[in-house]
T-cell receptor, first 111, second 112 residues
């Protein structure tokens, strides 16, 4: 079965700094999703990547799927307190019928 | 607001009891998914329904069952509850099985 490993597990950065979160899959990725979760709340959909080399941006968040389609990165530029939360990557397991999630990366932004 | 509605938000009950969690998907979404989130297991897929039919099952216990009704809302039934069933239960919906899933705010289930 497919497994996703996220790194780092937690990250503390100074406001205004850039940061990167990685998601590595044990199998080829056919659909990779990034979500953000505030503690104890629902997941907010950020972006979906499907093609190798694909890169998408939304405001100050950029996500990329590498050419070999086994790793994705999420990059935040000039971090703000509103970026704090838990970031989860999810991948299509067994033909888009369900999502398998990484364990999450807890991001803290210090003023 | 994702447009996915889950009720109730909180549920406190005792071991051995049975509960029903309800989910109303976003307007126009045909797929409904259920997930369980706990500190030790993370976010785990339970089951997926598409337009009333079961499409995929994850590590869902036999004590748990779900269904999707003709109006597309879904219910997750949990019976013979154990302490370990305490968790956040999320419902998500999408237009098609391969389109992005949008999550509700979850139901926090506490077993005493």
């Amino acid at each position: 079965s497919q497994e996703l490993e996220q790194s780092p597990q937690s990250l503390i950065v100074q406001e205004g700094k850039n940061l990167t979160i990685n998601c590595t899959s044990s199998k080829t990725l056919y659909g990779l999703y990034w979500y953000k979760q505030k503690y104890g709340e629902g997941l907010i959909f950020l972006m979906m990547l499907q093609k190798g080399g694909e890169e998408k941006s939304h405001e100050k968040i950029t996500a990329k799927l590498d050419e070999k389609k086994q790793q994705s990165s999420l990059h935040i530029t000039a971090s703000q307190p509103s970026h704090a939360g838990i970031y989860l990557c999810g991948a299509d397991g067994e033909g888009a019928q369900k999502l398998v999630f990484g364990q999450g990366t807890r991001l803290t932004i210090n003023p | 607001d994702s447009g996915v509605t889950q009720t109730p938000k909180h549920l406190i009950t005792a071991t051995g009891q049975r509960v029903t969690l309800r989910c109303s998907p976003r307007s126009g979404d045909l797929s409904v998914y259920w997930y369980q989130q706990s500190l030790d297991q993370g976010l785990q897929f339970l089951i997926h329904y598409y337009n009333g039919e079961e499409r995929a099952k994850g590590n869902i216990l036999e004590r748990f069952s779900a269904q999707q009704f003709p109006d597309l809302h879904s219910e997750l039934n949990l019976s013979s509850l154990e302490l370990g069933d305490s968790a956040l239960y999320f419902c998500a919906s999408s237009v098609w099985p391969w389109s992005p899933q949008h999550f509700g705010d979850g139901t926090r289930l506490s077993i005493l």
